[in-house]
Nanobody
């Protein structure tokens, strides 16, 4: 069994910062790409950032320059440092990991349960 557990969400004022963490645990053989997505009320889930095992990153223009994704491969953990937050960043943030479970042949995508980020004064 595999679990992805996010932490670090909360309420922050516009212009503030937050750091999200997501740790993958369980019977994991290897973790490939990891990423963060978000979903605001009434909207579709959208990409926030991705990072390969080697550290290559990708961001949409909406967060580029404000958000930074990083990972610790030894801990199977991905982080999202968010700065200069705006009210439109308010959403539930989900982490995703493409990983290979021990004893399996095919890597699959696994999702965390989500953590709420609210940007408001």
């Amino acid at each position: 069994q595999v679990q992805l557990v996010e932490s670090g969400g909360g309420l922050v004022q516009p212009g503030g910062s937050l750091r999200l963490s997501c740790a993958a645990s369980g019977s994991i053989f290897s973790v490939n790409d990891m990423g963060w997505y978000r979903q605001a009320p009434g909207k579709q889930r959208e990409l926030v950032a991705t990072i390969t095992r080697g550290g290559s990153t990708n961001y949409p223009n909406s967060v580029k320059g404000r958000f930074t994704i990083s990972r610790d491969n030894a801990k199977n953990t991905v982080y999202l440092q968010m700065s200069s937050l705006k009210p439109e960043d308010t959403a539930v943030y989900y982490c995703k990991a493409n990983l290979l479970r021990s004893g399996r042949n095919l890597p699959l995508d696994y999702w965390g349960q989500g953590t709420q980020v609210t940007v408001s004064s």
